[in-house]
């Protein structure tokens, strides 16, 4: 079982190139994150998905964007890098059923992509 | 979810129970409980989840007063390898989509 894997694992950037971190998960959940950790600090929400199709702005969209056109793909897009991009990036999902089990919704972390921008 | 409080950091010892506390003063009626531990250079995983009273598992345990304005993750007899970021998230699973992680709590463990 692989879970979410994230691709590349480190990166290092130029300012203003772009470039998209891979996200996948074989579990058919339903929701999808990306969160961002700078040195010694907490998670911060980027973007998220309830579904294919759908995605919603989290806490630190700017500067990013993202697709979702399949359940199993969440591709993180920098469009123009800047040195305050430079941090590690977390890929998630999670499942929420139909019936909506308030106790469920364990969410499932990839190992985390390392990019520097120079 | 709801607003959170928990210490930015602890210390302890090899061997010592570990009491890591959560404040939550306005969780609502369908809220739950959850604790994620991060290790360095790690993403975070799911450890435990309670509503009430007490859960405990093969990792933690997990209690919350009748109230459930607070909650107390215990690691029992730690070890070097606990020393990890814990986040404390309380939410309605079901409507919360937006799920934001806290500063959390950076156990160091001692030798």
């Known amino acids: 079982n692989a879970g979410v894997t994230q691709t590349p694992k480190f990166r290092i950037l130029k300012i203003g190139q772009s470039m998209t971190l891979q996200c996948t998960q074989d579990?058919?959940?339903?929701?999808m994150y990306w969160y961002r950790q700078d040195p010694g600090m907490g998670l911060k929400l980027i973007y998220y998905?309830?579904?294919?199709?759908?995605?919603d702005k989290g806490e630190v969209p700017n500067g990013y964007n993202v697709s979702r056109s399949t359940t199993e793909d969440f591709p993180l897009r920098l469009e123009l890098a800047a040195p305050s991009q430079t941090s590690v990036y977390f890929c998630?999902?999670?499942?929420?059923?139909?019936?909506?089990?308030?106790?469920?919704?364990?969410?499932?972390f990839g190992e985390g992509s390392w990019l520097t921008v120079v | 979810l709801a607003k959170t409080t928990q210490p930015i950091s602890m210390d302890s010892y090899e061997g010592q129970e570990v009491n890591i506390t959560c404040s939550h003063n306005?969780?609502?009626?369908?809220?739950?409980i959850t604790w994620y531990q991060q290790f360095p250079s790690q993403g975070p995983r799911f450890i435990i989840q309670?509503?009430?009273t007490k859960v405990t598992n093969e990792v933690a345990s997990l209690f919350i007063p009748a109230d459930r304005k607070s909650s107390t993750l215990s690691l029992p007899r730690v070890s070097l390898s606990d020393t990890a970021v814990y986040y404390c998230?309380?939410?309605?699973?079901?409507?919360?989509?937006?799920?934001?992680f806290g500063k959390g709590t950076r156990l160091h463990i001692l030798p």
């Open positions: 306005n969780i609502a009626t369908n809220d739950y």
């Open positions: 579990m058919n959940h339903n929701y």
């Open positions: 309670g509503y009430k």
């Open positions: 998630a999902s999670s499942y929420l059923g139909a019936t909506g089990d308030r106790s469920g919704n364990t969410i499932y």
């Open positions: 998905s309830v579904g294919a199709g759908i995605t």
């Open positions: 998230l309380v939410g309605d699973m079901t409507r919360d989509d937006k799920i934001i």
